[in-house]
């Protein structure tokens, strides 16, 4: 599970392959970002972690994280196969 949170950012390039609409785009990310939060939240209920992390901290460092590796992978992918 604790892979799946590095792994699902990136699952922007498989997307990127297969459409370049925007919205197909955005939406697969809002999947993908709910489908990590997810993960995250169950590692934070059920795991020995530090109890000092509140959840909303934690999920908005995982959006920030997210979003910049998502954006990043579209962005690359794209302009690599439009040469």
């Given at each position: 599970m604790?892979?799946?949170?590095g792994?699902?950012?990136w699952?922007?390039?498989?997307?990127?392959?297969?459409?370049?609409n925007?919205?197909?785009i955005?939406?697969?990310g809002?999947?993908?970002?709910?489908?990590?939060?997810g993960?995250?939240?169950y590692?934070?209920?059920?795991?020995?972690?530090?109890?000092?992390?509140?959840?909303?901290?934690?999920?908005f460092?995982?959006?920030?994280?997210?979003f910049?590796?998502?954006?990043v992978?579209v962005?690359v992918?794209?302009?690599?196969?439009?040469h």
């Amino acid at each position: 599970m604790m892979v799946g949170l590095g792994v699902v950012p990136w699952m922007g390039i498989g997307v990127q392959l297969l459409t370049s609409n925007l919205i197909f785009i955005l939406m697969f990310g809002l999947i993908l970002w709910f489908a990590g939060s997810g993960i995250f939240w169950y590692l934070l209920r059920t795991r020995e972690v530090s109890k000092e992390q509140r959840l909303p901290l934690a999920i908005f460092v995982w959006t920030l994280q997210f979003f910049t590796f998502y954006v990043v992978s579209v962005l690359v992918t794209g302009a690599l196969t439009k040469h």
